[in-house]
């Protein structure tokens, strides 16, 4: 399948500082792509959908000014957790839509994890 | 909220068929479903997906019954390393919406 690359795989912050995690399509063009977040023994959480070119649309309850996504190419979005505190602290999980005439399919990448100290 | 139900958890014996079941009742006619499994501390993995016609590729088979409010993903002969967390995933307004999953448990 096509490959979708994060990193940082593994983040220690310290709290009130900003973080960045990147999302990568490396073998596809992907206009679309989607950031989630996880916490232990939990399903993951859609937290926004990001459009390249524009600006992302997030889910309801999340914090657009704290979780700030950009995807400024067609390759690459990145997740910016601004702030952040230990409640941040969870694993963040990025895909990207493969188009296929009517066969799109969403690819996942390897997931960040984030510790705030 | 995901539109899918799954059973918690299944058992299945290595080198057997595992079957796990997928009631999406309220799918629409042109959404798709969507598997992937998760393995613990990873990012989850794309299986299969389809619409209507059953699918099949190198990982799995995907049975759609005709009035596609569930669905049946087999994987033929069952792993150690097919153990994981498997997500039964109807795409809404094109997007994902992870449900709790059904744990598998591949047993020697």
């Known amino acids: 399948g096509a490959v979708v690359s994060q990193h940082p795989s593994r983040v220690i912050c310290k709290s009130g500082t900003s973080v960045k995690i990147e999302c990568r399509s490396l073998?596809?063009?992907?206009?679309?792509m989607f950031w989630y977040r996880q916490f232990p023994k939990k399903s993951l959480m859609l937290m926004a959908t990001?459009?390249?070119?524009?600006?992302?649309?997030?889910e309801q309850g999340v914090e657009k000014d704290k979780f700030l996504i950009n995807h400024a190419s067609l390759t690459l979005s990145t997740l910016t957790v601004t702030s952040a505190h230990p409640e941040d602290s969870s694993f963040y999980i990025c895909?990207?839509?493969?188009?296929?005439?009517?066969?799109?399919?969403?690819?996942f990448g390897e997931g960040s994890w984030l510790t705030v100290v | 909220d995901a539109k899918t139900t799954q059973p918690p958890s299944m058992d299945c014996a290595e080198g057997r068929a595992a079957n796990l079941p997928c009631n999406h009742s309220?799918?629409?006619?042109?959404?798709?479903v969507y598997w992937y499994r998760q393995i613990h501390s990873q990012g989850p993995q794309y299986i299969i997906h389809?619409?209507?016609n059953n699918e099949t590729n190198e990982m799995a088979s995907l049975i759609i019954t005709e009035d596609r409010k569930s669905s049946t993903l087999i994987l033929p002969h069952a792993t150690l390393r097919d153990t994981a967390v498997y997500y039964c995933?109807?795409?809404?307004?094109?997007?994902?919406?992870f449900g709790q999953g059904t744990e598998l448990s591949v047993k020697p």
């Open positions: 895909s990207a839509l493969l188009r296929d005439r009517e066969r799109n399919t969403i690819y």
């Open positions: 073998d596809f063009q992907a206009t679309t």
């Open positions: 990001s459009n390249e070119g524009s600006k992302a649309t997030y």
């Open positions: 309220t799918i629409s006619g042109n959404e798709y």
């Open positions: 389809g619409l209507k």
């Open positions: 995933i109807v795409r809404v307004g094109g997007k994902l919406i």
